[in-house]
């Protein structure tokens, strides 16, 4: 019983704490919860039996007379026990267990059996052999017991990573040279002979530079013959490179590297001059010579600027009436009203009840999804709060000091013997500017000229004024003025550097710095490690290097030290003449660097937070949301990356590993601490001459260092890297970080979490939202921030399905709908009838696959190498087994939809939808979270359309019961027979009917068709009376609408409408009625069935004859509306037929 003191018989061990246990297992699981220490004591043996085995557990505290291994209040002789002091690792003080058997004589007279306490290196606790089998191997972190130390070390390592890591104590042994090391002394004694003056003693002048060596270390290995022959090549290289500019030799203990270059020392500024130059500005006249042959467009004052053209061929100087026509022609007035947003509703004094308050609420919510859709989505899965400025001056104070102060260290000058490969001055043609509009969603700069508006400029326009920015290599002063918003980097932000700014520049110069960019980045060859704004998977490719090399060094056991550095306000921190420096190494044209040298000369900005505005010029920094910034920055960190020496690294294979960058987000690799330490000074010492510091306390390293003896990777915490005087934070085994979205530790990518995903369907569902418009929100918000951290990250298949889980238990929620409709229905393309709601755990080892796969076109060869490591190669084995666990290859986005549509079509529910995907757009109501309905009405028709209403026929499926109509019908109670068939849905079913047939005839009116609504016709078999009569231009058409069932097949009915109608008396009948004289006349239908599926003869038909998408999709709505009305009458009637007799 629990509670119950075992008996004095029974409770053979005890704990002097006054515990007593019937088990040796209860009482060390007992002293390793309560931090106890366990000793032995000799117990007596009777002469009847040998007592069981019995122990004192001392008091936490008790001291141990000095010399002797056992408690000062033990008489065990010192021959009859083995006693050994241990330590653990989850308390300060040492273990000591000892465990001894009765002083007895064992069976057959073998002497009595003896076990050893634990050892020093082992916090387990061994039990001696017992009969009855249990748990042998007890945790002492958490208590729990394991039967296999393997089993306990796999969760130690899991759960107490740190405390696991620290019995992890490589053996001083004599350090071994690997490659890396070797290749630094090499350098560095090259470079020593390289000096106007070489050392007397080199060993000694290697050992200021190589402290953590010894002497003969250093004479040993400099004797081997590899060694020299490298020396040698790298004094013929270092020979090249430097020529007679040799920097001093390092100082003691300091790590071979390059600093900071004085502006004196720099070489002159020289650029290559460009033979074509001048060829390609007579390329840009003649451009705007065959311009100006055309006639002026009368719009946007097209005569004046092609006035100002002609000045221009004629070589004037036209930067100031070419400023002044865009100063009147691309600028807006503001609208009254605008300008900072409202800060929330206007309300009166009165405090407002809650139920006001939800409705205000609704109103602001649906009128931000209609116009900022990702804004108001953002805002509440996020649960963004707005940042806050108290002090407006004092922020402005800030950033005026960030963006004018200058920079520490003299910048460098322009380099030498360069020459100019890339020259984007070239003319512009229409399809340049309809290739780089700007996004419809950008927001305006102070010209409030939007890119709408800009798509509304006649094309000759656009063409003479970028030719004639081109050709002038300047920008006009209306150009130049900014407007900066903050934007804060996390919710509630009130300092000022915990915002972002956003420059949004006039729209027209964004155009053309789009263009300019583009055609930069098209022929500009950037290194392989920079994978940031450019045209392939950079998150992928950094994220896959990362955990292999991380991976690899655990699975090889090989060193490595890495460092993640981020860099403070790099954007906004880096100096003009970097920039340029950077963009004449990179092999820019002169006339590239003469505008960039004018546009960063004066380029103000007004700087706007809440009503307050100030302007400030800037004298540092690029422009964040210029489409030219992401590339200046660019060849900034390209400039770095093509300067350092890619022999320091770690050893990937064949290849090796040194830096990888993203944006601003560097991580720097090596072998050894010392390749290391010199990697991040020389990148901290290239960065601060460009104005660019290294943000510390955002940077971290890791040091994993390998035991040979035991074969384990610990993380080192006692390696140490410094920028400057500043400690870099040394990660430990529980340290983690995010990196391009990913979290990682020291051991790779974490399993992603997801308690994200409820949280935010959790917010979906509180938002005042309808049910179509939280569909949208899951569908194209939610799930593709889950595709980021599955695909680059780790994940199980029970993971996935478990999400998936999640997401339909949260439609079914925000839908109504019953827990038997088909699962193929969540996840059927809306195209083909279902929800379009894509499953986590089919669509995540696709898109992995697909993503992995197309790696192995990559320009790195990095990148190339990695994937032939085992952690790529099991990715992809694995997503590869995911997609065909079916038993069929859903290996491609076809193949997952044809999936998810046959099980659809498969289902009882889900059949009738079989011919949904022949119009995919007459569903575009599921998928885009349509207005024309609210949200009981958009729940009644996904109900209609999957047959979920429920009715007595599917109430009893499975089960035994009446299943006759209860309108007294002799029917079975289907939704079919409800809607089709039943007395009592007689006339909203006409109503259903005319409904679509008004909404048809007014469509044909408003498309100057001349519409007669159900003519009657005479014919042998009897009055025919189509729906619709139209004629327009000499052509007549029948149409007859009709919401069919779903037992025959819709083209079968589209083709016996098509067949009543095309006979003789009602062509005849038609030609003579229709004033216009029409000379043919086609008969077509309106057919559709009660789920809103079409046929598809039919919409293509009205189609041809002027019908729209929308016209279509507007159909099947109000044809799903009637079918829901339908129903909700049928229900509310008590009327009940007789049979007849």
Known sequence: ?????????????????????????????????????????????????????????????????????????????????????????????????????????????????????????????????????????????????????????????????????????????????????????ALAEARLRLQPKVPTFINQALLKIFPGRTLESIKSHRKRQDYRDLVARLQETEAARLGDDLGPLPEEGAADHVGPVPAAAAPAAAVAPEPDAESRRLAIMNEIQKLLQRAPPEPFQGRRLFDIANQALLGHDVLAPLNDYIRDVFYSQRAAGRGAPPQGPRTSGIPLGRRRKRKIEYVMTQEQFRKRQSHCVRRILDDDKPGHVDDEEAFFDCWERLMTTPPQCPPPRMPRGVRATIDPFYKITAQDIRANYPPLQSAPGLDNFS??????????????????????????????????????????????????????????????????????AAFLPFDFRQRAFLPVDGCLENVLLLNTVLTEARRRRRSLHLATLDLAKAFDSVTHQSILHASAVAGLARPFLQYVEDLYRDVPTLMCVGKRERLVTPTRGVRQGDPLSPLLFNLVLEEFLKSVDPAIGFQLNSTSLDCMAFADDVVLCASTPAGLQQRISEFAD?????????????????????????????????ISFTVGQDRIPSAGPNFSWRYLGI???????????????????????????????????????????????????????????????????????????????????????????????????YTIPMMQRRRFLDLQESTSPVVREALTCPYAVDTVARATKACDGTGQRLRTPHALRKYWATALYASND???????????????????????????????????????????????????????????????????????????????????????????????????????LE??????????????????????????????????????????????????????????????????????????????????????????????????????????QGSAFSYATFGRMTTVSRPVM
Request: positive net charge; charged residues 25%.
């Open 1015 to 1120: 003519p009657k016709f005479s014919t042998p078999a009897g009055i025919l009376k189509p729906d619709i009569v139209a004629c327009k231009e000499g052509e007549a058409v029948v149409l007859d609408a009709q919401v069919v069932g779903t037992g025959i097949p819709l083209s079968q009915n589209h083709q016996h409408k098509v067949s009543k109608y095309s006979v003789r008396e009602v062509t005849e009948g038609i030609l003579r009625r229709c004033t216009q004289g029409p000379t043919s006349v086609r008969c077509g239908s309106i057919t559709l069935n009660f789920r809103g599926i079409w046929d598809k003869a039919s919409a293509t038909e009205l189609c041809e004859l002027g019908f729209t998408k929308y016209d279509i999709q507007t159909m099947t709505v109000i044809a799903l």
């Open 743 to 841: 979290t990682f530790n020291p051991s790779g990518i974490t399993q992603p979490a997801v308690e994200d995903l409820q949280l935010w369907l959790q917010r979906t569902s509180k938002a005042p939202l309808k049910p179509q418009q939280r569909l949208v929100v899951l569908r194209v918000y939610i799930l593709p921030r889950l595709y980021h951290r599955f695909l680059l990250g780790r994940y199980t298949a029970k993971i996935l399905k478990r999400a998936d889980v999640v997401v339909r238990d949260a439609v079914r929620e925000w839908t109504k709908l019953p827990h038997d409709v088909p699962t193929s229905f969540f996840h059927s393309d809306c195209k083909d009838g279902g929800l379009g709601i894509p499953s986590l755990a």
């Open 451 to 520: 890119s709408r508006s800009l798509r509304a400029v006649p094309m000759p326009i656009l063409r003479v004024v970028l030719n004639l920015l081109l050709l002038g290599r300047r920008v006009p002063t209306t150009l130049r003025t900014g407007r900066t918003v903050f934007i804060p980097k996390k919710p509630g932000a009130t300092d000022p550097l915990q915002f972002r700014p956003i420059t949004m520049a006039p729209v027209l110069l964004r155009l053309f710095h789009r263009i300019l960019a583009k055609r930069i």
């Open 910 to 1012: 889900g059949k009738a939808l079989s011919a949904a995907s022949d119009i995919p757009y007459a569903h575009s109501w599921l998928a885009t979270g349509t207005r024309m309905m609210n949200g009981r009405q958009f729940i009644e028709a996904l109900k209609v359309r999957i047959n979920a209403l429920p009715c007595r026929t599917r109430s009893l499926r499975g089960m035994e019961g009446d299943r006759k109509c209860r309108a007294g019908c002799s029917s079975h109670e289907t939704l079919a027979h409800i809607l089709q068939s039943c007395h009592r849905t007689h006339f909203t079913r006409t109503k259903r009917h005319d409904n679509v047939v008004r909404y048809a005839a007014r469509r044909l009116t408003e498309r100057g068709w001349t519409v007669d």
């Open 1 to 185: 019983m629990p509670g119950r003191e075992p008996d004095s018989e029974s409770a053979a061990f005890k704990c002097s704490c006054g515990r007593a246990f019937s088990t040796q297992k209860g009482l060390r699981v007992h002293a390793s919860l309560k931090k106890h220490q366990l000793s032995s004591q000799p117990t007596q043996a009777s002469c009847a039996a040998p007592r069981p085995r019995q122990l004192t557990i001392p008091e936490v505290g008790a001291t141990r007379e000095p010399g002797t291994d056992l408690p000062p209040s033990s008489s065990c002789p010192p021959g009859d026990i083995d006693t050994v002091n241990t330590g653990g690792i989850a308390s300060p003080a040492a273990l000591d267990f000892v465990t001894t058997l009765p002083d007895v004589t064992a069976p057959g007279g073998a002497a009595p059996e003896v076990y050893d306490a634990v050892s020093a290196s082992d916090p387990v606790m061994r039990l001696p052999p017992a009969s009855a089998p249990g748990p042998s191997e007890i945790c002492l972190e958490c208590g729990r017991a394991f039967g296999t130390k393997r089993g306990l070390q796999l969760h130690r390592r899991a759960a107490h990573r740190e405390e696991y890591e620290k019995e992890i104590r490589p053996a001083a042994i004599k350090p071994r040279w690997n490659s890396e090391e070797d290749y630094r002394l």
């Open 686 to 718: 290239f960065m601060l001459v460009r104005g660019l510091s290294v943000n510390v306390a955002k940077s971290a390293t890791i040091s994993l260092v390998p035991d040979g003896k035991t074969k384990r990777v610990r993380t080192a915490t006692d």
